[in-house]
């Protein structure tokens, strides 16, 4: 398999996490290394530039005569690697790794962080990996599983969270960036099981869950529109929930439960 071919299946193989995990980005700094982080980040361009040959009798187009054996320059187009960190260009990946490891080794260490981060009410102190998601700490630090994982691409909306009580991609956002936030959760919603919010209460009654899996970040956002608008019309519903996928396809019970929610929040 061509170079290029392999850089274009591992783009296209990658999430955000596993490349940023992979990739080891040092948040603040400037390094980020690994072999994978060159296949995903190590630019292939095309940059067209003057070039000497001093291969005998070589064809080309001189811009200044050459004469055959000797030298001559010509402007053209040629295939380069750009390195990722320091911009040093090289004729082939395998040259660009090779400076990579002599030159950056010691930029591409890993450095972990301390934020105070607020979920749910309750402030924390945590250290977190620069290449952690909110969504991976949320769950797996404080196991708040109620936050889905679905494309981790940004895609479906599952991972819907509230930071400063706006809609955000767990998915796409780095916990290291997450310093003084305040985040809300499905979790962070109902007062016990048996005093749903109206939001979830409108959602059971209107059966606005299916296998349930869309129903946490769709909730969050509709908790965000219901914000912004007491009183939502269908096609604000629609918008607003754009960019959340439900898989069972519950759409207009969903629709139905945001107006049922509205009245509800509206207390009605
Ligand atoms: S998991 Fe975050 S948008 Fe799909
Ligand atoms: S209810 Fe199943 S994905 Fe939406």
Not at 85 to 94: A, G, K, R
Not at 176 to 191: D, P
Not at 237 to 245: F, P
């Amino acid at each position: 398999m061509s170079e290029e071919k392999e850089i274009k299946k591992d783009r296209a193989g990658i999430t955000r996490r596993k490349f940023l995990k992979d990739a080891g980005i040092v948040v603040g700094g400037t390094a980020i290394g690994s072999a994978f982080f060159l296949s995903a980040c190590g630019e292939k361009v095309e940059v067209t530039k003057t070039v000497t040959t001093t291969a005998p009798g070589a064809t080309i187009t001189t811009t200044a005569p050459g004469t055959p054996g000797g030298t001559a320059t010509e402007t053209k187009t040629v295939t380069k690697y750009i390195c990722p960190v320091c911009s040093q260009e090289f004729d082939t990946l395998d040259a660009l790794k090779a400076h990579f490891d002599s030159a950056h080794e010691k930029e591409a260490v890993v450095q972990d962080g301390v934020i105070n981060i607020t979920v749910n009410g309750q402030s924390h102190e945590i250290r977190v990996k620069p290449h952690w998601t909110l969504d991976y700490v949320l769950r797996e630090v404080f196991g708040l599983t109620g936050v889905k994982r679905g494309c981790e691409l940004g895609a479906c909306g599952v991972c819907t969270v509230l930071m400063n009580d706006r809609p955000c991609l767990a998915c796409l956002t780095l916990a290291i960036e997450c310093g003084s936030k305040r985040i809300e959760t499905i979790e962070g919603l109902a007062e016990d099981a048996l005093n749903l919010h109206p939001i979830q209460q409108a959602f059971y009654e209107e059966f606005g869950a299916q296998c349930g899996y869309c129903s946490p970040g769709i909730v969050m956002r509709t908790k965000y529109l219901l914000s912004k608008t007491s009183s939502p019309t269908v096609s604000d519903i629609r918008a607003s929930l754009s960019g959340n996928i439900c898989k069972c396809g519950n759409y207009s019970n969903i629709i139905k439960s945001v107006q049922l929610a509205a009245n509800k929040v509206k207390g009605g």
